[in-house]
């Protein structure tokens, strides 16, 4: 029956057709891809982090070297009034001797601290960079897989654009009155209602089709269907 051929082939491209599309959406390199897209934006937040710390430092350091500079000024203006003789008065002079010890205080404490800062900000200078290095590695790693995906995810969206108009053009040349009754068997039997006869087996149960069945089939006499699984035999010379 030439019914049955264009219906076998519907039935086929039909499984084509869904085996690519579960292809597609179960394609675990998709769910890889979305994971080191999070991934790769939690190691942007860390370098945007990394990126605020590292000013802030910086602004401390400009600040503490500022510092120290005008300490170190303001202790030697201090020193050449106390040293250059031109101040007699002993309360004076022991106010003055006061000030040089307070600030040399406040430097020494202001030039340590601006050098455990200075530590801090190399050692953070150091991780940024690391970490820069990797997020661009992994960056030009997930833009080859996505490039990759991409190009698959095409060419099986472009198999299934060929075979929907194939399914779509088939269906049309089958009776429908045949095609009402595959599509109502279908409940039972799935994308499987035609099953293809070879050596006088039922190729979807596996069962000996008997010998009068496997010859109205032969000649084409009207739809035969096994008699173990009921499904419509399908036999092509």
């Known amino acids: 029956m030439a019914d049955l051929d264009k219906l076998w082939l519907w039935q086929e491209a039909r499984k084509d057709y869904r085996r690519e599309e579960e292809r597609l959406h179960k394609n675990p390199t998709y769910f890889e891809l979305k994971k080191a897209k999070k991934e790769i934006l939690a190691v942007e937040a860390t370098v945007e982090e990394h990126e605020k710390r590292l000013r802030e430092l910086g602004e401390k350091l400009a600040s503490a070297e500022l510092r120290c500079t005008d300490l170190k000024n303001k202790i030697q203006l201090l020193s050449n009034r106390l040293y250059s003789g031109d ?21 020494e404490s202001t030039e340590e601290e601006l050098l455990q800062q200075s530590i801090q900000h190399d050692e953070l ?39 929907q108009a194939e399914c ?70």
């Open 87 to 107: 101040t007699k008065n002993l309360k004076e002079l022991a106010g003055l001797q006061q000030q040089v010890e307070v600030m040399k205080k406040e430097l």
């Open 168 to 237: 779509s053009r088939l269906e049309t040349e089958v009776n429908p009155d045949l095609m009402r009754l595959y599509l109502e068997m279908t409940a039972r039997y799935g994308d499987s209602v035609l099953a293809r006869l070879e050596n006088n087996l039922c190729t979807a149960c596996r069962v000996r089709v008997p010998t009068l069945l496997t010859k109205e089939l032969h000649q084409g006499y009207g739809l035969v269907r096994c008699e173990n699984c009921g499904r419509i035999l399908y036999w092509r010379n």
């Open 125 to 163: 200078r150091e991780q940024f960079s690391q970490i820069k290095a990797g997020l661009k590695e992994e960056k030009n790693r997930y833009r080859e897989r996505l490039a990759a995906y991409n190009a698959w995810k095409s060419e099986v969206e472009t198999n299934l654009g060929i075979l």
